[in-house]
């Protein structure tokens, strides 16, 4: 299962910094690398001296900094100054010590206008942030822990990036799947450092100093002497620290081991996030199993939405006396407008909150139970992603399970690296255009026996109901098995799977456009099934759209969005063909125990002669 990531807490200013440019008027530049947390916080302190009317500086926020912010707004004001007629734009802001800026400014020998002017207001805002960003990001402590349970698969990783200097360090954790304790340490550092990126664009190129330090001595020793990795015994450690001294092979790194639980606050901080991922990412059973066993009635599971305490006013089941603002402002390509039409609603957040892809969070868990009944029949269902918008990933039909032991180190799930790190690129740009992005995702199950589904009944095509289940996930707008799009173009000797038999093999097929599928029934060839994905609805730069209430045009609802989610999609996908692909087991072998179901299956391989595992 893929864990949702947490908002950075740079993310968060960003809507602030949206009304606040509304409301003077200024665009202010938005410069690429500019996306950590020392950005915002300058940004915000820069937004407010530059644009906010009648507001006052907090002191608490500016602290200690004050003197490096004014002497930067010096040097970026005078710098924009050489280039622009206007005079500069400066607002009543109280300063510490009650000083007001404008007279702050006046002392600094500017000619100071209380009337906005715009332009020079966001220039120098600009060359504020692209200075500020490059003096002070100049050294990265980037701490790091795993947590594991033997009782989990799943294992916990937090992180602290720390740039020092007066900011304020930025806190990270993820779970993913694992159990090898030395791999988990080395694979936090990675994800810190993935993380870490994708605040600064131009974190690798050697500009930064990097200070990475982690309790565990195998990993830092691993990290530190290069010549010991042919000693080691794991090849996914080895492989893990390749890819760290990959993308750090241009930057200055020292690595350090700092002493577990001894008090060390940036050690205990990163253990504390490791463990509530670990704890928080994974379902609570509430029925069904009992001392990790099935008892046949139905398996219930619980996921958390770690985010609800900040809803609870605007989502609680009973009357509040507060007052909670309704929603008007339906958003194009989403449930919002047909939704309150269809239920005679007059608030849109009634029909967007359950509209909400969240709900599949609780899909993957029950598509987890799925999995694990297929794997003790020899079936693996795994997903990736091929397309983010205009970017592909090579075509590879030569696929197998051990290809996708490392999608999720990818961070959009992408198997080719080069794809991968294009799609990323690709996000990044369009993010920051305030788009969203669709794509496609693939999911593969390998290890399938002939003849599930049926060609007696429409009902029973395995076809139809694979493409119910795909597309019944938010935002895919298709479905297609195997080459569907691209035979629809091809004459029939170029769109079949041509058969041949031999001995040892029984009846097989040299090619798999098919996907795995023919007559609405498995071939036993690997199922292939794709998921089309539109940009999400949800933009940063809204679309047109007309207030429910007063029937007015309006600009559709600015909610908290992510701008790509077709690798969280895929996972949603492994988990809906895994749901399919269960069901159409125990339809055609039945059975009270696994034993029961693996006898009539063994009955039936040998009925049909079907060797492949
Ligand atoms: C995993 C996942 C995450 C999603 N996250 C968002 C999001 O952050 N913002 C958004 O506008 N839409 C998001 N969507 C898509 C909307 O939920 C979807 O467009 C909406 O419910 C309307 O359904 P429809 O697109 O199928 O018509 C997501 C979809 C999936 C599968």
């Given at each position: ?34 996306q950590n947390l020392f950005w915002a916080v300058v940004r915000t302190q820069a937004i407010e001296v530059v644009g906010q009317r009648n507001g006052v500086l907090p002191v608490h926020e500016s602290g200690q900094k004050l003197g490096v912010l004014m002497a930067h707004i010096d040097k970026a004001i005078r710098a ?285 868990a029950g598509g987890a139970v799925a999995k694990a009944f297929l794997s003790a029949l020899g079936v693996g269902v795994f997903s990736h992603v091929i397309q983010i918008t205009g970017v592909t990933a090579p075509r590879r039909d030569d696929l197998t399970p051990e290809d996708f032991a490392a999608v999720d180190e ?38 399938l026996v002939p003849g599930l589904g049926s060609h007696v009944s429409w009902r029973e095509r395995l076809d139809g109901v694979l493409g119910q289940a795909v597309m019944s996930i938010q935002a895919v707008k298709g479905a297609a098995v195997g080459d569907a799009i691209e035979v629809a173009g091809l004459p029939g ?121």
């Open positions: 299962m893929q864990a949702p990531r947490p908002m950075p807490p740079a993310m968060r200013f960003i809507p602030a910094v949206q009304e606040v440019t509304e409301r003077s008027g200024v665009t202010v530049e938005v410069v690429p690398h500019n924009v100054r050489c280039n622009a007629a206007e005079s500069v734009f400066c607002d009543n802001v109280l300063l510490e010590g009650h000083l007001r800026l404008p007279e702050a400014l006046a002392r600094m020998g500017f000619e100071v206008s209380e009337q906005f002017r715009p332009l020079v207001g966001a220039r120098a805002a600009a060359a504020l942030l692209r200075e500020s960003i490059d003096d002070f990001h100049s050294e990265l402590t980037i701490t790091t822990d795993a947590s594991r349970s033997w009782h989990s698969p799943l294992m916990g990783h937090g992180w602290i990036l720390d740039y020092g200097r007066g900011s304020s360090p930025t806190i990270n954790a993820y779970a993913a799947t694992g159990k090898e304790i030395l791999q988990g340490e080395l694979n936090s550092i990675h994800y810190a450092l993935l993380d870490a990126s994708r605040y600064r664009e131009d974190l690798f190129t050697g500009r930064v100093r990097f200070h990475i330090r982690s309790d565990s001595l195998m990993a830092i020793d691993l990290l530190n002497n290069p010549a010991s990795h042919a000693r080691s015994r794991s090849q996914a450690a080895r492989s893990i620290v390749h890819r760290i001294h990959e993308l750090l092979s241009r930057s200055e790194v020292r690595y350090s081991w700092v002493k577990a639980h001894a008090g060390d606050p940036m050690n205990e901080l990163a253990d504390r996030l490791a463990l509530v991922a670990r704890r928080c990412y994974a379902a609570d059973i509430t029925a069904g199993v009992r001392h990790g066993r099935t008892l046949g009635g139905p398996i219930a599971l619980q996921v958390r939405n770690r985010d609800f305490a900040n809803w609870e006013e605007r989502m609680n089941p009973w009357p509040v006396d507060a007052q909670t603002a309704e929603v008007h402002l339906p958003r194009p390509g989403h449930a919002d407008l047909v939704g309150t039409q269809k239920y005679g609603l007059s608030d849109v957040r009634d029909i967007l909150e359950r509209a909400s892809a969240r709900e599949t969070a609780a899909r993957v990818s961070p959009v799930r992408c198997l080719d690296e080069e794809a991968g790190r294009a799609m990323v690129a690709e996000i990044n740009r369009l993010r920051k255009a305030n788009e969203s992005l669709g794509g496609v995702f693939e999911v593969r199950a390998f290890g000797s170029k769109a079949h799977d041509e058969i041949f038999y031999d001995d040892e093999r029984g009846f097989y097929r040299q090619t798999n456009r098919a996907g795995g599928l023919e007559g609405g029934m498995t071939t036993g060839d690997p199922l292939v099934v794709r998921g089309y994905m539109k940009p999400l609805p949800t933009l940063t730069k809204p679309l047109r759209s007309v207030d429910i209430a007063t029937h007015e045009p309006a600009e559709a609802l600015r909610e908290r969005t992510d701008s790509c989610t077709v690798p969280a999609a895929g996972v949603v996908g492994e988990a809906m063909v895994a749901f399919v692909l269960a069901a159409a087991y125990r339809r055609k072998f039945g059975g009270d125990h696994i034993s029961d179901v693996t006898a009539a299956l063994d009955a039936y391989r040998a009925r049909i002669g079907w060797q492949r595992r």
